[in-house]
């Protein structure tokens, strides 16, 4: 058994995830650059996938710097990234690798704070491809090679307007019901059947640029750092918690 407690206070031994290969998106900055940062250090070899070249080129420097496992760049943009972009980001981690240990959906957009009523169409269609879509079609072409691993992670992020509906969060609230959703009918799907498990972590309130953008007046300074929250991330991507499955869990203990 496990509690929220022992998640985010989780003591990873030395080299957790030694010889562990882990793919995050959205790993240029923010909670994906400190999870890469953190699985390497861990012993993982970590493949930084993201929109923008230049932030994953930095934080492979970084990585490297430290004398870490060298890491992979992957480039993509989930907003226009087609099913063949999924199935050669399939085909280059099995020729590289083998199998794939681990998965962290963490890029994804915010879109409008505004009334469903008002809410653009076309933002609408972005933010669902983007938090949503794109993650299940990169899920359904690297499930082959999660199935290779011993003992696979994926992990979906959610977020607690993605628990209980608030107004003017939009289609970025809608996607993340939808993220929840999946996990609980993709982990039913899988449950006992292989060594792939799927959950879902809420980082919780985060120093972030997008919490920033939601939150334009909160002082930043009264929020966990997302290196505060990596103890639940490692947890969940290494092997101590191959025995959760279909979870919605917390990065964080929730204030009452």
Same mark, same amino acid.
């Given at each position: 058994m496990y509690s929220v407690?022992?998640?985010? !206070?989780?003591?990873?031994?030395? !080299?957790?995830l030694k010889e562990r290969v882990i793919l995050i998106t959205g790993a240029g900055d923010g909670i994906g650059k400190s999870v890469a940062l953190a699985c390497a250090k861990a012993g993982a070899t970590v493949i930084l996938a993201g929109r923008t070249p230049a932030k994953l080129d930095?934080?492979? @420097?970084?990585i490297m710097a430290e004398g870490l496992p060298e890491p992979r760049i992957f480039a993509i943009d /989930?907003?226009?990234?087609?099913? $063949? $972009?999924?199935?050669? /980001?399939?085909? @280059?981690i099995d020729q590289q690798f083998g199998r794939l240990d681990g998965l962290l959906h963490n890029a994804g957009i915010l879109g409008q704070r505004t009334p469903l009523s008002n809410y653009s169409a076309e933002l609408w269609n972005k933010v669902m491809q983007v938090n949503l879509?794109?993650?299940f079609q990169m899920t359904q072409c690297l499930m082959a090679v999660l199935e290779k691993s011993a003992d696979a992670s994926v992990l979906f992020t959610t977020s607690g307007v993605g628990r209980v509906g608030r107004a003017f969060w939009g289609a970025y609230a809608v996607s993340k019901f939808a993220?929840?959703?999946?996990?609980? @009918?993709?982990?039913s799907e899988i449950e006992d059947l292989g060594?792939?498990?799927? !959950?879902a972590i809420n980082p919780g309130a985060t120093r972030t640029n997008m919490r920033?953008?939601?939150?334009?007046a909160e002082n930043?300074?009264?929020?966990? @750092?997302a290196e505060d929250i990596m103890p639940a991330y490692l947890y969940l991507l290494g092997p101590d918690s191959k025995h959760i499955n279909g979870q919605s869990l917390d990065a964080q203990i929730r204030k009452p």
């Open positions: 407690k022992d998640i985010v !206070n989780y003591l990873p031994t030395k !080299n957790h930095a934080v492979y @420097t970084l /989930l907003e226009g990234a087609t099913h $063949d $972009d999924y199935v050669n /980001l399939a085909a @280059t879509t794109a993650q993220i929840e959703g999946m996990v609980q @009918t993709w982990a060594s792939v498990r799927i !959950n920033a953008q939601a939150f334009p930043p300074y009264d929020l966990a @750092t």
